[in-house]
């Protein structure tokens, strides 16, 4: 019974710390200096949107260079990881927003910015053709985009009204209770 022990054991120690084919590494859209820039942009709303919008462009552009180079299994790789990434930082940016949209934070001015970046995103999301190396990662970006081009739209309209009506707290981070 005791070499059965022991094999049951190491079934057991195998199973817990071999990694299932089906999990995946995290990835990380963000290098470590754009994080840092993040991180130090701190409360700054304005500050945080531009630069999610100038990361998730620089990632638009990897995407659009890709796109027109020949079709191998490498290139579909890497689109798959772009694409994943782009959408990562899309729904970081849709949550950094919901945020911003809370406290009352003037974020037009970034706003305006983004409303036009996702107008070239769309251009070059509905320009890449479907394969299927990536295919799943193009729908969910397109979807992410979707919503957080309507959110920023919708934002910005929000925005422009509330600020229209309340123009003493025009520019600011944040709502502070009276």
């Known amino acids: 019974m005791r070499p059965m022990r022991c094999f049951a054991a190491f079934v057991i120690c195998l199973l817990v710390l071999a990694p299932l084919p089906a999990q995946k590494q995290k990835r990380e859209p963000l290098t470590e200096k754009e994080t840092e820039q993040i991180a130090e942009a701190g409360i700054d709303p304005n ?25 191998s299994v490498a290139r579909s790789s ?9 959408t990562a930082l899309m729904d970081e940016l849709g949550t950094n927003l919901d945020v911003f949209s809370d406290r009352k934070a003037d974020v037009r001015k970034s706003l305006k910015a983004l409303t036009e970046a996702t107008a070239r995103w769309q251009g070059i999301l509905r320009s890449l053709p479907g394969e299927p190396g990536f295919d799943l ?42």
Request: zero cysteines.
């Open 47 to 71: 500050a945080r949107v531009e630069l999610y919008t100038k990361f998730i462009n620089e990632h638009a552009d990897s995407i659009k260079s890709l796109s027109s180079r020949a079709h």
């Open 137 to 178: 990662a193009r729908k969910e970006a397109i979807e992410s985009h979707t919503e957080l081009a309507d959110q920023a739209t919708r934002m910005l309209k929000e925005q422009t009204d509330y600020f229209n009506l309340h123009k003493d707290e025009a520019g600011q981070d944040r709502v502070e209770p009276k």
């Open 78 to 86: 890497r689109l798959n990881d772009v694409l994943e990434d782009f």
